[in-house]
């Protein structure tokens, strides 16, 4: 099976920047689009940003544009977030998706994280 890992969640001032990254391992055949979600209490989870396996192609939601970057490195199966301008709306779980094959014959089937907690306040 598949396996994401997050980091790089913790506590940040209004303003400040974060960077999360996300790790796949296991049985990989082949990764297409990786992404990541969050989900603010009492609200549902929501796409922040995607990516291509080829990187030539990201996805934003309009609330990160502009402030949010993603970014990734196959040859270490990772993916980044690079967060600027960190609002308290902000405030959320941070989960990673990727969609994974496991053969070369197997269908791409979507694999999460357990999440990590980015907390802005002053």
């Known amino acids: 099976q598949v396996q994401l890992v997050e980091s790089g969640g913790g506590l940040v001032q209004p303003g400040g920047s974060l960077r999360l990254s996300c790790a796949a391992s296991?049985?990989?055949?082949?990764?297409?689009?990786m992404g990541w979600y969050r989900q603010a209490p009492g609200k549902e989870r929501e796409l922040v940003a995607a990516?291509?396996?080829?990187?030539?192609?990201?996805n934003y939601a309009d609330s990160v544009k502009g402030r949010f970057t993603i970014s990734r490195d196959n040859a270490k199966n990772t993916v980044y977030l690079q967060m600027n301008s960190l609002k308290p709306e902000d405030t959320a779980v941070y989960y990673c998706n990727a969609y994974a094959a496991l053969t070369y014959y197997s269908d791409y089937a979507p694999y999460w994280g357990k999440g990590t907690l980015v907390t802005v306040s002053s």
């Open positions: 296991g049985s990989i055949f082949s990764i297409n689009v």
């Open positions: 990516i291509t396996s080829g990187g030539g192609n990201t």
